[in-house]
T-cell receptor, first 112, second 114 residues
Framework: KNQVEQSPQSLIILEGKNCTLQCNYTVSPFSNLRWYKQDTGRGPVSLTIMTFSENTKSNRRYTATLDADTKQSSLHITASQLSDSASYICVVSDTGRRALTFGSGTRLQVQP | EAQVTQNPRYLITVTGKKLTVTCSQNMNHEYMSWYRQDPGLGLRQIYYSMNVEVTDKGDVPEGYKVSRKEKRNFPLILESPSPNQTSLYFC?????????????FGPGTRLTVL
């Protein structure tokens, strides 16, 4: 069964600090992996998408990495801001099934 | 502005009273989907539609119905809601299968069934 596990479940950091969120998956055969940001009470918004051949991709202060061999991805947030407080969801798709496999998310809280 | 809209945003109802949650997108997307989000479980797909008059079950379709009579609209119907359908619901759309295309999500509908 395809699964996506995210850690930690929740994280509190001080404004200006960096943090790294983890995503491990067992989806096979792998197609791509997305990171979404979900603000409280809003729908998820895509941050980045990574395919099998990509190791690193950046979007402003967000940098995603992918290790297809170990089936792990990380999302690194640099110089955190209060507006980064949200849930971050890892979503993996395979080449066969129609649906996506969603992680349960990491809830990040950035404090002043 | 390109967007996915859902209505209502909040709904409290009672067991057995039929309800419909509407979803509309203005991006001419072929693919539309409904998800429910519950604490600790992540988003789970209820139904999806590849195009007009083409719908299929997702991972948790029991107790739900959908229709796709027009490209822009994809309503979710609960014929006889039960308390276990209390959840946060999201509609999403993309230009093609979401495997390689970004899905755009609506703002969500928080449903409480008493």
């Amino acid at each position: 069964k395809n699964q996506v596990e995210q850690s930690p479940q929740s994280l509190i950091i001080l404004e200006g600090k960096n943090c790294t969120l983890q995503c491990n998956y067992t989806v096979s055969p792998f197609s791509n992996l997305r990171w979404y940001k979900q603000d409280t009470g809003r729908g998820p918004v895509s941050l980045t998408i990574m395919t099998f051949s990509e190791n690193t991709k950046s979007n402003r202060r967000y940098t995603a990495t992918l290790d297809a061999d170990t089936k792990q991805s990380s999302l690194h947030i640099t110089a955190s801001q209060l507006s980064d407080s949200a849930s971050y969801i890892c979503v993996v798709s395979d080449t066969g099934r129609r649906a996506l496999t969603f992680g349960s998310g990491t809830r990040l809280q950035v404090q002043p | 502005e390109a967007q996915v809209t859902q209505n209502p945003r909040y709904l409290i109802t009672v067991t057995g009273k039929k309800l419909t949650v509407t979803c509309s997108q203005n991006m001419n997307h072929e693919y539309m989907s409904w998800y429910r989000q519950d604490p600790g479980l992540g988003l789970r797909q209820i139904y999806y539609s590849m195009n007009v008059e083409v719908t299929d079950k997702g991972d948790v379709p029991e107790g739900y119905k959908v229709s796709r009579k027009e490209k822009r609209n994809f309503p979710l119907i609960l014929e006889s809601p039960s308390p276990n359908q209390t959840s946060l619901y999201f509609c999403a759309s993309s230009s093609d299968r979401p495997r390689g295309n970004e899905q755009f999500f609506g703002p969500g509908t928080r449903l409480t069934v008493l």
